[in-house]
């Protein structure tokens, strides 16, 4: 029974899909704060903003995302890296949730990903929590009511946190399950109120079906100078690495800040919001960031507040170093609204080195970029997957191994043709430590870094570079405002002789991670070779 007046042009049950009490469809957002707050789904905050916990789990549970083992696209997919699912499981645990959802009320968001028309995805999300509505209402792409009134759904969401997956009965890993049915167009996600889980579930879904049609899906953040379109920088990088904190800069425009796509016309957001980390957040440091969390239908997820006030403790992170707020891209005032530019002139590879090792920026060849894409050398940030309680170096595929359902060499191979084809500038900056590793340095601080990107996207004249003598990566002598040792590793550390062993350390590990790639070709295979012979 639906009370609704106005019915979309594919209701759920066209999908097979009964028993369901009641569908709210297309709520927007007023609605949505409306049926979450009446539902004690969280509380109403500052300037309109809706505080929720997402209870048990607060980051991501990549261990627990399954793809379902079918024809059209088994030989496709990197079996290393996703974990499997057998089609009678998941027909198995699909017709366990409906049953579960017989007779409860869901709400429904038809919804579009990917900015570019040429790879416009229309994605049905249908979810048990309205909070759940609204964020990816803000995440993905409001249609306008003509593009509604014949959406068709491609691919359909079913989130559902009160529905717990049975490890014995339906093949998977835990109570918690992400399963992809590319076949079946349909993703599954149950056992968790993790909010992320669901925009993760349409880039994973993206990364399968873009590189066909010669797209290159990217984790990144994009922006562009406010006066060139063309003027584009990208910023690879895992949470945590500063994606949404350096391209929301106020002196450019924002294409997004998580999901990009780069076509034959150049890159464009996937998405239509922003999911940013708050814990530490400062108003000083990043004010755009900072004046989301008090406007209207901002989720601010898992973070303790004044229960009179409802001021938010940025510094409290006693439930998860993970908190976040969700928002319209719009709230960034210096957004861009077309949600696209031109080719990129600079591409950051973002890295967190725990180890204290690497320089804060390095110039990188072509063929260089490609063995740190597909290297993915990071750390993964306290709080972002379940059970991470400190920095943990760690290597993820094109910086973003647990959205990649293909294998790596693909998105390197389209790397390479886009980097051969358009020559843009291409660095690597460290934001992690410097003077040592985790517990003995100092993270370099926001401040320098955002010195360092000055430098990277003003830079109009002829670098003085030196040859790292473990890397073999160009590194600038001179970065206006930055401390000259700073860009000397070596010469920040009270030992330099434990520099050049965990230094030579690192290199064996870079060296180990990359012999499970294919090498592209020829140029970078020998910068593989060239940090062997060293």
Known sequence: MHKQLKLPYVTVEDHGMSG?????????DIELMEHAINRSEGHLGKGGSLIVYTGEKTGRSPNDKHIVVESSSSEKIWWENNKKMT???FDTLYGDLLRHMEGKT?????LTAARDTDALLNVRVITELAWHSLFIRHLLNSPSKDYLSKFVPEYTIINCPSFFSD????GCQSKTTIALNIEKKLILICGTGYAGENKKSIFTLLNYLLPDSNVMPMHCSANHAISDTDDVALFFGLSGTGKTTLSADPERVLIGDDEHGWGDKGVFNFEGGCYAKTINLKQKEEPEIFATTEKFATIIENMKFDPIERTLDFSDDSITQNMRCAYPISYIKNSSKKG???NPKNIIMLTCDAFGVLPPIAKLTSAEAIFYFLSGFTAKVAGTEQGIKEPQPTFSACFGAPFIPQKPEVYGKLLWNRLETEKPNVWLLNTGWSGGGFGKGKRISIENTRKILKFILNQDKKLVLRKDKVFHFSVPLKVEDVSDSLLSPRETWDEPSLYDQTAEN???MFIDNFKVFDFINDEVTQVYKKLINA
């Not at 869901?106 to 038809?110: F, K, L």
């Not at 490890?167 to 339906?170: G, L, S, Y």
């Open 20 to 28: 369901i009490e009641q569908v709210f469809y297309n709520l927007n």
């Open 87 to 89: 089609l009678e499981n």
């Open 106 to 110: 869901y709400y429904s968001q038809d």
């Open 167 to 170: 490890p014995e009965k339906h």
């Open 340 to 342: 696209y530019g031109g």
């Open 506 to 508: 690192l290199k064996k």
